[in-house]
């Protein structure tokens, strides 16, 4: 059993900061990589950023690039999501998610390529 738990969400307006976590647990829980995917309403779920946890290479959308960070400590399973300058377009559910072993650098950006999924978060981001 693994579980991915998200904390961190909450109400700021816009031009601010928040700071997302997502512990995982499990006996046996290792992965290749950490994402953050965001879900507005009525739109679909999109791709925020990964981290390989090996090297910590980061990948982010073009819509958060320079405004969002993401980052891993590896000893503690926690993988960050810094969120800074934040827009009203930010306002989402954030889910943090996993994967299991290697894949391409493009499956990164695809919620399939992922095995493992928190229960999500809110941000809402007020103009």
């Known amino acids: 059993q693994v579980n991915l738990v998200e904390s961190g969400g909450g109400l700021v307006q816009a031009g601010g900061s928040l700071r997302l976590s997502c512990a995982a647990s499990?006996?046996?829980?290792?992965?290749?990589?950490m994402g953050w995917f965001r879900q507005a309403p009525g739109k679909e779920r999109e791709f925020v950023a990964a981290?390989?946890?090996?090297?910590?290479?980061?990948f982010y959308a073009d819509s958060v690039r320079g405004r969002f960070t993401i980052s891993s400590d590896n000893a503690k399973n926690t993988v960050l999501l810094q969120m800074g300058s934040l827009k009203p377009e930010d306002t989402a559910v954030y889910y943090c998610a996993a994967v299991r072993a290697f894949t391409s650098i493009r499956n990164l950006g695809f919620s399939y390529a992922y095995d493992y999924w928190g229960q999500g978060t809110q941000v809402t981001v007020s103009s």
């Open positions: 499990g006996r046996t829980f290792s992965s290749y990589a």
């Open positions: 981290i390989i946890r090996s090297g910590g290479s980061t």
